[in-house]
């Protein structure tokens, strides 16, 4: 991925093993970006910018009204 990606899961969830594996190549460490937001800073540099901690985004990261 490019440096800066921005990864959300528009439909279902992303599994626990997936998240632990973004965890796993966040060398540079993990950090809250803002409100469901977390920067993965991977070990050349890069940084995964990833929303709703990679689950549903609109369940996830929803800051705004509630479907009808």
């Given at each position: 991925?490019?440096?800066g990606a921005?990864?959300?899961t528009p439909?279902?969830?992303?599994?626990?093993s997936t998240r632990r594996r973004w965890r796993e190549l966040a060398t540079?460490?993990?950090r809250r970006f803002r409100t469901s937001v977390d920067e993965?800073?991977?070990?050349?540099?890069?940084?995964?910018?990833v929303l709703g901690e990679g689950?549903?985004?609109n369940l996830?990261?929803?800051e705004g009204h509630p479907p009808p």
């Open positions: 991925m490019q440096d921005i990864v959300a439909a279902t969830s992303t599994s626990r540079g460490g993990v993965y800073t991977l070990a050349d540099g890069r940084r995964i910018y689950r549903l985004v996830g990261a929803a």
